[in-house]
């Protein structure tokens, strides 16, 4: 069996040779080039950049231009669009690759002249990595593109910036959402995303009117807690609409929760617990990314707390075996079109901020997580919540990945009555997502299939498939 699938994928490449030269090695035009998705009707809309891999948009055009046009005429924004050439170069080393620092002053120059008060970056867009004083925290900063009139220097000059500059508005000024898909089969991952955000913004898909909370024995005093979260949910699903598991002496098992997520299908899912960049951990067992990738069901939004959870950077998704938490989420086979998390060793303590924002804002997701990012880069919060630290020195870390533009409480189909959302969620997975992904993963939560085995022992294949992806249209 192996050896078929090695045959032939080696054939197959043979003969995609044969017929011009492969992919690797194509130069592209480094200017950013600007097309306006629709014409702005409405004054009152936030005006948010969207910046796209010119490469990947490319392949992903069709229900890309889709997705701008659905989110503008449903939610008060205006959009447009950035291609930047050669973005993907930059994981390559291209020396004409765009730089973190071309990308924040891109940012900087829309902001001050334009206003912008968001940015979705939208493919494998360079970062900036940050290293704080204390601890072994190096990763992905996110502020780096949010604090526009800061500035950030690398004092130690070791490639990652340790030193912020607070503008003279302390906090952010811009929101950053990364619709970044596993860098393997970006394009396949991103399309399939994007089919994901049509039927849910069309009413081919709803997802039920509840959200589920879950903690780790560790952080029990975060459903009602000074941070808890559960109050600004309830008050927005009723209290009969949140669930709980592991509440007081009640634990977190791994099954519980994955079925759980299966079964109902919610608006939002917030998670308290330990993670790694690839993992999360429940008292009992925990999910590894590469089963994520593989969930049916799951929730609208998922709110991760534990450390690197949405740490792309440790876990670039260059495999299938390195995919971040967080992203599994967002581009595997569930309900989920948003996840966050956090950088490095740190938690996401604030996230009813995000709750209360939209609880009594009406704000989507976007403008919500910006009120969080708002409390809580600031010199202020950090003098408080770490009164020995430095606040130059000292960074949150925290960032949102997928789509920034969802509501709670998202109805496309006024008509829509709770029988039929039922219907529509077991039609919604038990057709349309029941289509395996070219690189499958098991049903079941554990890598145990010789095919996926043998790929884990043989890294030097992914370019490979990488190839066929790209030539049979899928990336
Ligand atoms: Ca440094
Ligand atoms: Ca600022
Ligand atoms: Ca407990
Ligand atoms: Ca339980």
Redesign the pocket.
Known sequence: MKMKIVSFCIILLFIISLHGSLAYGKKTITTSEKTTATEVILNQTDKIAVIIDADLYSQVTCKFNRYLEEVESRFPVTLTLYKFDNTQGYNMQSCESKTPEDIRNFLQQEYNTNGIKGALLVGQIPFATWEQEVGENIGVSTIFYEDMDGSFEDKDMDGHYDYHNFGSNEGPEIWICWMRPPSFAQAFYLNKFLDKTHAYYTGSFISNKKAFVA?H?DY?NNFYGPIGVVPPLEDIYGSNNVDKD??????TVDSEIWNQLENVGYDIYDTWQHASSTYQTWDSGGFTSSSVMTLAGGSLMTFLYGCHSADFWEAPGTTPFNVNIAVSYVFGSSISQAATGTSWSYGTEYKYLIYEAMRDNDSYLGEAWFNMELYVETATFVEQRYPDRDPHTECAGNNLIGNPFLYVNYTADDNADNDRIQDRYDDYFYSEWSDPLIVTMPKNREINTPFLNFLQNHPGLFPILQLLFQRLGLQ
């Not at 592991?246 to 634990?251: C, F, L, N, S, T």
């Open positions: 903690c024995e029990d592991g509440e007081g002496a009640d634990i």
